[in-house]
C-alpha cells in the first residue's frame, strides 16, 4: 500500500482539479479530464504517450495538473533535451489557445502577453523540476557507487596489506630462524662426533634431527607466506651493524671480520638492517654448503672491499662514496668436515637481493676461482 502511494496521489490530485474546474455534470471537457487523470496510472512505463493524452485535457477541460505531472515525469525519465523542448512546446501551445479556436483574440496585447507567459512558465515549470529530481537521483547513485567502490578499494588494502605483512613475516623468519636452527644443528653434529658418551651421542643426534626436521618445516611455511607479496614495511626489534660482532662470534664458523666504516655515524635503519641479514644469510649458506670453509667477512663505506689482487671473479668491486658496501666471501669446503645435510628452500638470496633492490642498491653472488662462494652488496646511504 505504501508503495502505491506515489502512483495514486498524482491521480488523485488529477481528478480533484478535473472536478473543480469542469463541475460534477457530464460533458466532453469532463469526461478528456478524467481520461487524462486516469492515463496518469501508465505514465511511468509510457511517459510521452501519457503525456499527449494528457494534452486535451489542458487545452478542451482547462485542468493543469495532469498535463504537468505528466510532463514532469517524462523529464525525469527521458535524457533527449530536444524531446523535453517539444514536449514543453506543446504544453504552452495547449494552455496559450483557447478552445475552441475562435474564441482566440489578440486584440489585448497585454493580456496576450500574460497569457503566453502563464503558458511558458506551467510548460518550464515540470520539466526543471523534473531534471532537478533526475540529477538528484543521479547524484545519489554515483555517490552510492562511489562509497561501494571506497569499500572495495578498503579490502583490497586490507587485503594488500595482509599479503606484505605475510611476506614480511618469510622473510624475517627465513633470517632470524633458519640461522639460530642451522646454528643449533651444527653444534649438535660437532658434540656427536666429539663426545664419547653414548647418551650424550644419540642425545646431539635427536637435536640434529629435529633442528633438520624444523628448518624442513620453516621451509615450507616460507614458500607459502612468500607469495602474499613484498616487503614494504619494518619489523622491530632489529639488528643493526653494531650486532655483528656478536653474531660472528656464536656462528661457529672460522670467521675473519673486516670493517672500516665509522661507528659514530648514522645511517639509514633499513641500510644496516640490510647489511646485517646479508651477513646473516651468507654465514647461514657457508654453514650450509661449506662447512669448514674460512671465511671473510668485510663492512667498508665508499669505494669498498674488492677482490685480492687479480681475483675479481668477473664483479665489480667498488661503489660511489655514499655508499655502504658488504663481502662475505668463503673459501672451498674442507673435506674431512662432514656436510651438515640441512635443507635449504631456496628463498635467501632470492629475499636479499629483493631487500637490496628495495633500497636502491644491488647484490650479487656467484662462485670463485678456488670453489669457494662470494657475496657483495652495495646499499646506497642517501636517497
Given at each position: 500500500?505504501?508503495?502505491?502511494?506515489?502512483?495514486?496521489?498524482?491521480?488523485?490530485?488529477?481528478?480533484?482539479?478535473?472536478?473543480?474546474?469542469?463541475?460534477?455534470?457530464?460533458?466532453?471537457?469532463?469526461?478528456?479530464?478524467?481520461?487524462?487523470?486516469?492515463?496518469?496510472?501508465?505514465?511511468?512505463?509510457?511517459?510521452?504517450?501519457?503525456?499527449?493524452?494528457?494534452?486535451?485535457?489542458?487545452?478542451?477541460?482547462?485542468?493543469?495538473?495532469?498535463?504537468?505531472?505528466?510532463?514532469?515525469?517524462?523529464?525525469?525519465?527521458?535524457?533527449?533535451?530536444?524531446?523535453?523542448?517539444?514536449?514543453?512546446?506543446?504544453?504552452?501551445?495547449?494552455?496559450?489557445?483557447?478552445?475552441?479556436?475562435?474564441?482566440?483574440?489578440?486584440?489585448?496585447?497585454?493580456?496576450?502577453?500574460?497569457?503566453?507567459?502563464?503558458?511558458?512558465?506551467?510548460?518550464?515549470?515540470?520539466?526543471?523540476?523534473?531534471?532537478?529530481?533526475r540529477?538528484?537521483?543521479?547524484?545519489?547513485?554515483?555517490?552510492?557507487?562511489?562509497?561501494?567502490?571506497?569499500?572495495?578499494e578498503?579490502?583490497?588494502?586490507?587485503?594488500?596489506?595482509?599479503?606484505?605483512?605475510?611476506?614480511?613475516?618469510?622473510?624475517?623468519?627465513?633470517?632470524?630462524v633458519?640461522?639460530?636452527?642451522?646454528?643449533?644443528s651444527?653444534?649438535?653434529?660437532?658434540?656427536?662426533?666429539?663426545?664419547?658418551?653414548?647418551?650424550?651421542?644419540?642425545?646431539?643426534?635427536?637435536?640434529?634431527?629435529?633442528?633438520v626436521?624444523?628448518?624442513?618445516?620453516?621451509?615450507?611455511?616460507?614458500?607459502?607466506?612468500?607469495?602474499?607479496?613484498?616487503?614494504?614495511?619494518?619489523?622491530?626489534?632489529?639488528?643493526?651493524?653494531?650486532?655483528?660482532?656478536?653474531?660472528?662470534?656464536?656462528?661457529?664458523?672460522?670467521?675473519?671480520?673486516?670493517?672500516?666504516?665509522?661507528?659514530?655515524?648514522?645511517?639509514?635503519?633499513?641500510v644496516?638492517?640490510?647489511?646485517?641479514?646479508?651477513?646473516?644469510?651468507?654465514?647461514?649458506?657457508?654453514?650450509?654448503?661449506?662447512?669448514?670453509?674460512?671465511?671473510?667477512?668485510?663492512?667498508?663505506?665508499?669505494?669498498?672491499?674488492?677482490?685480492?689482487?687479480?681475483?675479481?671473479?668477473?664483479?665489480?668491486?667498488?661503489?660511489?662514496?655514499?655508499?655502504?658496501?658488504?663481502?662475505?666471501?668463503?673459501?672451498?669446503?674442507?673435506?674431512?668436515?662432514p656436510?651438515?645435510g640441512?635443507?635449504?628452500?631456496?628463498?635467501?638470496?632470492?629475499?636479499?637481493?629483493?631487500?637490496?633492490?628495495?633500497?636502491?642498491?644491488?647484490?650479487?653472488?656467484?662462485?670463485?676461482?678456488?670453489?669457494?662462494?662470494?657475496?657483495?652488496?652495495?646499499?646506497?646511504?642517501?636517497?
Amino acid at each position: 500500500m505504501t508503495a502505491a502511494l506515489p502512483l495514486l496521489v498524482p491521480v488523485l490530485l488529477a481528478v480533484v482539479d478535473a472536478l473543480l474546474v469542469n463541475g460534477p455534470g457530464i460533458g466532453v471537457d469532463l469526461g478528456v479530464s478524467l481520461l487524462a487523470a486516469a492515463a496518469l496510472l501508465l505514465r511511468r512505463r509510457f511517459p510521452v504517450a501519457v503525456f499527449l493524452v494528457t494534452l486535451p485535457g489542458i487545452y478542451i477541460g482547462y485542468i493543469w495538473f495532469a498535463p504537468m505531472i505528466a510532463l514532469y515525469t517524462v523529464a525525469t525519465r527521458r535524457t533527449d533535451r530536444r524531446l523535453l523542448i517539444g514536449l514543453a512546446l506543446l504544453l504552452a501551445a495547449a494552455h496559450f489557445v483557447p478552445y475552441p479556436l475562435s474564441d482566440l483574440s489578440l486584440s489585448d496585447r497585454r493580456e496576450v502577453a500574460l497569457q503566453l507567459v502563464d503558458a511558458c512558465v506551467t510548460a518550464a515549470t515540470p520539466v526543471a523540476v523534473g531534471l532537478l529530481t533526475r540529477t538528484r537521483r543521479e547524484l545519489a547513485a554515483r555517490l552510492d557507487e562511489l562509497t561501494r567502490s571506497r569499500a572495495r578499494e578498503d579490502r583490497l588494502l586490507s587485503e594488500q596489506v595482509l599479503a606484505t605483512e605475510r611476506a614480511r613475516l618469510a622473510r624475517e623468519m627465513h633470517d632470524v630462524v633458519a640461522h639460530q636452527v642451522s646454528l643449533i644443528s651444527l653444534q649438535a653434529g660437532a658434540l656427536q662426533i666429539a663426545t664419547p658418551d653414548e647418551r650424550a651421542r644419540e642425545g646431539a643426534r635427536k637435536i640434529r634431527e629435529l633442528s633438520v626436521r624444523t628448518l624442513e618445516e620453516l621451509r615450507h611455511m616460507v614458500g607459502i607466506l612468500r607469495k602474499a607479496g613484498a616487503d614494504t614495511e619494518e619489523l622491530s626489534p632489529q639488528p643493526r651493524l653494531a650486532d655483528l660482532p656478536k653474531m660472528i662470534e656464536v656462528s661457529a664458523l672460522d670467521v675473519t671480520y673486516e670493517n672500516s666504516y665509522d661507528p659514530a655515524v648514522e645511517r639509514p635503519e633499513a641500510v644496516e638492517r640490510a647489511a646485517f641479514r646479508t651477513v646473516q644469510e651468507a654465514l647461514t649458506n657457508a654453514r650450509k654448503h661449506a662447512p669448514g670453509a674460512w671465511v671473510r667477512v668485510t663492512v667498508a663505506e665508499g669505494d669498498g672491499p674488492e677482490g685480492d689482487g687479480a681475483e675479481k671473479d668477473g664483479a665489480e668491486g667498488g661503489g660511489g662514496a655514499g655508499t655502504l658496501l658488504v663481502e662475505i666471501r668463503n673459501g672451498p669446503a674442507d673435506a674431512a668436515t662432514p656436510v651438515p645435510g640441512l635443507p635449504g628452500g631456496g628463498h635467501g638470496l632470492v629475499g636479499l637481493r629483493e631487500r637490496a633492490q628495495s633500497l636502491g642498491g644491488t647484490l650479487e653472488a656467484h662462485g670463485t676461482r678456488d670453489g669457494g662462494f662470494v657475496v657483495r652488496a652495495g646499499f646506497p646511504l642517501a636517497g
